[in-house]
């Protein structure tokens, strides 16, 4: 790319990422010669990804938001600011601009044998940023993303856990392009397989990597300290187990998906004091979500998803809740949670297009364990504008006013304006 191109898009401010491009690197041909060859056709080697550039203006009712990082580069909203009072509520604006969301993959395809066989890892600079500044040269990590095998219908590797409904996401300039707070989202280690021509459809199966989201015990202190941070148990025995069947209809496509889990705690450091310093015991996990795009007037569609369950508060709203809370006698009780989205989107003409999304958030806390400071609900409106003067090029503008309540009453909200430009190539 010559130095004016990069220069040209340094200066765009810009939108939601699009479907990403991807483009042959290069084709490796066969001897066709030997009797035995090892692969059968061409290995494709592809790349692809996008650049982008978000630029924000940003209005926290109740606080300051630290940077860099978390709700200061995307939107976050178990991480809105409460005040203790109104008494205490401070307004706190910010302009934040950063290019960390640029994305690149790469993508190997063959044939060995009889076995359709491939591979694809892509990453970013946003999911591990590093010890990169703003004061000079805004310096930024690679962070892996995802990285998976393909074998037959196997998927082998880190992808997106098989309990999402990829196909209702709606678009937005956002770095979480789906409702954060109405979503299940989760990137993990899987075995998936998946069964195609079921009844139209597709039923996956996947075990996916275990983990214990949990919230101490009410009054848990360190020395005169309160703790009340989410913590992992890092125990595990068995692997989460999802199935998700999904279906492609002459009006929409459609899924439902199936999470159950095992909860457990040998011992878990709550970060707290004796006796409410360990978490010791087992929990059951079970969810199902169901998830919609449906085509209703020349291109516009409508866009839905809707999650419960209890137990599977990791999988839900970036962790919002916690899977369980930590008892006074130490074992673990399940928090239920509810979370859903719709979306509506209207294609102005070949080049604009708008989006608007209202999502919500609820969790079902015994507030006699977690008490009053846990996140209770959560909602979020949104509205974008988005213009592609050129193939793989968008520009766009979207605000969203978002809440947060905790199970005490107090709440606080953001008001952003989130600009964004993506060259998808």
Not at 235 to 247: E, I, K, M, S
Not at 266 to 290: E, R, Y
Not at 323 to 332: K, Y
Request: some cysteine; charged content about 20%; glycine content about 10%.
């Amino acid at each position: 790319m010559s130095s004016s191109r990069c220069f040209a898009l340094a200066a765009l401010f810009a939108v939601s990422a699009p479907a990403l491009a991807q483009r042959e690197v290069k084709t490796i041909p066969v001897n066709v010669d030997d009797p035995q060859p090892a692969i059968v056709g061409d290995v494709d080697i592809t790349y692809g990804g996008f650049v982008k550039l978000d630029a924000m203006f940003s209005v926290y009712s109740d606080g300051d938001v630290a940077t860099p990082g978390g709700l200061r580069d995307f939107y976050n909203p178990a991480a809105i600011p409460v005040a203790a009072s109104e008494s205490a509520e401070n307004q706190f604006s910010t302009f934040d601009m950063h290019a960390k969301e640029t994305r690149l993959f790469f993508k190997i395809d063959a044939h060995v044998a009889d076995a359709t066989l491939g591979g694809y890892i892509e990453m970013d600079f946003l999911v591990n940023p590093g010890a990169g500044t703003e004061v000079v040269t805004n310096a930024y990590n690679p962070g892996l993303r995802r990285a998976f095998i393909t074998y037959n219908n196997f998927v082998i590797g880190q992808e997106w856990t098989n309990f999402v409904g990829l196909q209702s996401l709606p678009e937005a300039v956002d770095f979480i392009r789906w409702p954060t707070d109405g979503t299940v989202f989760g990137r993990q280690p899987q075995v998936r397989y998946t069964l195609n021509d079921l009844l139209g459809g597709s039923l996956s199966i996947a075990l996916e990597n275990t983990e214990t989201l949990l919230r101490p015990t009410a009054g848990t202190v360190s020395g005169a300290t309160p703790v009340t941070a989410n913590f992992v148990s890092g125990d595990g025995n068995l692997p989460d187990l999802t199935a998700r069947y999904a279906v492609k209809l002459s009006f929409g496509e459609f899924s439902a998906a199936v999470l159950a889990r095992e909860l457990r705690a040998d011992l878990a450091a709550t970060g707290g004091d004796a006796p409410n310093n360990t978490a010791s015991g087992k929990a059951t996990g079970l969810g199902v979500s169901l998830a919609g795009k449906v085509a209703t007037f020349g291109k516009d569609d409508v866009r839905f998803q809707l999650t419960a369950g209890e137990g599977i508060g990791r999988y839900v709203a970036l962790g919002a809740a916690a899977d369980a809370v930590v008892a006074a006698d130490g074992s673990l009780d399940t928090i239920p949670l509810a979370a859903g989205f719709l979306a509506y989107r209207h294609v102005w003409s070949e080049r604009w297009r708008s989006n608007l999304v209202v999502s919500t958030f609820q969790a079902d806390n015994d507030t006699t364990l977690t008490g009053g400071g846990a996140t209770h609900s959560m909602q979020t409106g949104r509205i974008n504008l988005m213009y592609a003067p050129v193939d793989k090029l968008t520009f766009g503008v979207e605000f969203t006013h978002g809440t947060r309540e905790l199970e005490n009453g107090q709440d606080g909200t953001l008001d952003r304006v989130h600009f964004a430009t993506t060259y998808a190539y």
